[in-house]
């Protein structure tokens, strides 16, 4: 089943320690992105990759980092997470970032808390 | 930069009735454009697309057509259900800027039985 996998689902943190969001797609698909998700806010992008080795900045990147090593995985770094990182973060793919093939596939979503 | 504005949720419907979310944008060149459904619980998930203008997408009753003279892509369904009760998403994926795709606030829908 083609799918966009995160873990964890949930999760509750203290402020300062690190942690890492994970995603897998199983499609091949060239382009991924992570979003967050706060109320009223709508969707807002905060790293994307073009393809391996390849990322970029979205609109609110300060606080995470990303990596792209492999096509299939692009994990979310929160090295030392604050309050205002506390949101539902969504990983998305799409087969490439052409503006024609640009449909995304979506993960389940995944909770953030940082206390 | 690119934008996207659509209507203020939430909005509360009875079963059968027409539904309209309004969605215009702002962009530079010729983006396509998106609605995106989120259900309770769940991811986004693709309802559907418009690549070019006067194109019309459709799925699952929904409909909207890329007006690029009124740059509005409004979402429309004849005859709304309960199970229709999600988040709506409009969004668009310009063609420049990394094919950033934008989305809107998002307007929650009830519909009641």
């Known amino acids: 089943e083609a799918q966009v996998t995160q873990n964890p689902r949930y999760l509750i943190t203290v402020t300062g320690k690190k942690l890492t969001v994970t995603c897998s797609q199983n499609?091949?698909?060239?382009?991924m992105s992570w979003y967050r998700q706060d109320p009223g806010l709508g969707l807002r992008q905060i790293y994307y990759?073009?393809?391996?080795?390849?990322?970029d900045k979205g609109d609110v990147p300060e606080g995470y980092k990303v990596s792209r090593k492999e096509k299939r995985n692009f994990p979310l770094i929160l090295e030392s997470p604050s309050p205002n990182q506390t949101s539902l973060y969504f990983c998305?793919?799409?087969?490439?970032?052409?503006?024609?093939?640009?449909?995304?596939?979506f993960g389940e979503g995944s909770r953030l808390t940082v206390l | 930069g690119n934008s996207v504005t659509q209507m203020e949720g939430p909005v509360t419907l009875s079963e059968e009735a027409f539904l309209t979310i309004n969605c215009t944008y702002t962009a530079t060149g010729y983006p396509s454009l998106f609605w995106y459904v989120q259900y309770p619980g769940e991811g986004l998930q693709l309802l559907l697309k418009a690549t070019k203008a006067d194109d019309k997408g459709s799925n699952k009753g929904f409909e909207a057509t890329y007006r690029k003279e009124t740059t509005s892509f409004h979402l429309e369904k004849g005859s709304v259900q309960v199970s229709d009760s999600a988040v709506y998403f409009c969004a668009l994926r310009g063609n420049t800027g990394g094919f950033k795709t934008i989305f809107g606030a998002g307007t929650r829908l009830f519909v009641k039985a």
């Open positions: 499609m091949n698909h060239e382009y």
């Open positions: 998305a793919s799409s087969l490439s970032g052409g503006v024609n093939t640009g449909e995304l596939f």
């Open positions: 990759s073009m393809n391996v080795e390849v990322t």
